[in-house]
């Protein structure tokens, strides 16, 4: 089973949270559902590597806001990880384990979506910050990229509901491909890349 998890003053992931709580049964410091489970932490999600030593998992589904210079709107997901020094969380030169078909499966189910979404770039970044230390797949999945997205309840619970579609649902394995050297790596209609143990799975779909 999978634990999502939020930041209480993350106001992106802190809503997406309260939306998928509404149906869930509250069991001490942990939301129960029957695909997956939730928590909301106290500290910051980048710092969680000790996650694992409370919440023993399957796998871990960070909810998050996203922050950019340009200001461009983006959902966004990633893998985590520092190929250098650890300036915002995890530890230094070390890289997490990706979650490449969950992702693969929530990105496509934006992109069945998109409609919803004519405002934002899809898109994929590139691994960077904590956790590192997590020994289960991990995944951020992020609004962007203004305090009004992160605020808006609507556009949260959207993308909500789209991750809680994909946790739902069978999600298969993908073939690998590997790729170096991009800081930033968008989608387009014929190829959606996806990590997986600093490996990218690279598969065509269709929409």
Known sequence: MQLLVAYREDPAGHNMAK???KNMKFNGDVYCGQNYDLVIIPTPAISADWLEEKYDYDGYVFLSKHAA??????????????FSDAKFGGNTRQVA??????????????????????????????????????NKPSIFIEIGTTPKQWN??????????????VLVSKIPDYP???????????????????????????????Y
């Open 97 to 134: 384990i990706p979650h490449p078909s969950l992702q693969k499966q929530y990105l496509k189910k934006l992109w069945e979506n998109k409609s919803q979404f004519s405002d934002f770039q899809i898109t994929i970044e590139a691994t960077h910050h904590g956790p590192t230390a997590l």
């Open 176 to 206: 690998v491909a590997i790729c170096f050297g991009m800081v930033w790596v968008s989608i387009n209609k014929k190829f959606l890349i996806c990590y997986h143990k600093q490996i990218l799975r690279l598969s065509n779909f269709e």
């Open 69 to 82: 210079e340009s200001g461009v709107l983006a959902l966004t997901c990633h893998s985590t990880g520092n």
């Open 152 to 165: 808006d309840v609507e556009l949260c619970n959207s993308v909500a509901a789209k991750v809680h579609e």
């Open 19 to 21: 939306y998928l709580a």
